[in-house]
């Protein structure tokens, strides 16, 4: 009268060991790809902080992530940001005393009056492009933000290398742009097999930059 049972069991525990070693042997195939990209100017320097991204064939689903612009000691932090289309960015103020954040980038127009702390409802990047953020009270203060039709990008770190980490396997193009850019770099074709790493470089010329007004 007990066998029928244990042999249920048995039965279910052998067909779960299965089916972990079909997933486990078929995993490899399912693993995402890496994109490494150096980015320099014409002299050979490194280009910290420049955004690199790749925009499928296809459109991508995976939804946009929260991200946050912050005030503190009378800067933003960061410098540079890239994000999806469609992600809501917070702007917390640090400081004791009151910014007013303003954009004139066509694709985000806003004003944030004076305020301390954080704003009630955070900002929503809707179109793709450079946003270029500034303060109505410190002239000084300025950020930029990349909005782009992807969820797979990354930002240059000081030796001007950005990994683009969890891309699945397809065709894409690369895209690079950096706030000091004399002209938009060509998107490059990059096509990606499941776990591996894909390595491109960019030279890009820099435009001159104005001072920046010095903190008040």
């Not at 995976?62 to 410098?79: H, M, N, S, W, Y």
């Not at 990606?192 to 010329?205: K, N, Q």
Request: aromatic fraction near 10%; include cysteine.
């Amino acid at each position: 009268m007990v066998i029928a049972p244990v042999r249920q069991r048995y039965t279910a525990v052998v067909n779960w060991f299965v089916t972990f070693l079909t997933l486990c042997v078929a995993a490899p195939s399912a693993l995402a790809a890496t994109v490494g990209v150096t980015i320099k100017d014409a002299q050979g320097a490194a280009l910290e902080d420049a955004v690199v991204w790749v925009i499928p064939k296809a459109p991508a689903t995976l939804p946009p992530k929260g991200a946050t612009v912050e005030q503190r000691d009378k800067t933003f932090i960061p410098l540079v940001s890239v994000i999806q289309t469609g992600t809501l960015v917070a702007f917390p103020n640090r400081d004791e005393i009151r910014h007013h954040i303003y954009s004139f980038s066509p694709p985000k127009v806003f004003d944030i009056k004076l305020y301390a702390g954080t704003p009630v409802s955070p900002t929503l990047f809707d179109k793709p492009g450079e946003v270029v953020l500034g303060c109505n009270i410190h002239d000084h203060m300025i950020a930029y933000i990349y909005v782009v039709d992807s969820p797979w990008f990354a930002k240059a770190n000081k030796e001007g290398f950005a990994r683009i980490e969890n891309v699945p396997a397809g065709d894409y193009d690369l895209h690079v742009r950096h706030f000091a850019q004399a002209a938009q770099a060509a998107p490059t074709l990059v096509k990606l097999r499941a776990d591996e790493t894909a390595t491109a470089a960019f030279t890009i010329g820099r435009r001159p930059m104005p001072p920046r007004p010095a903190a008040k």
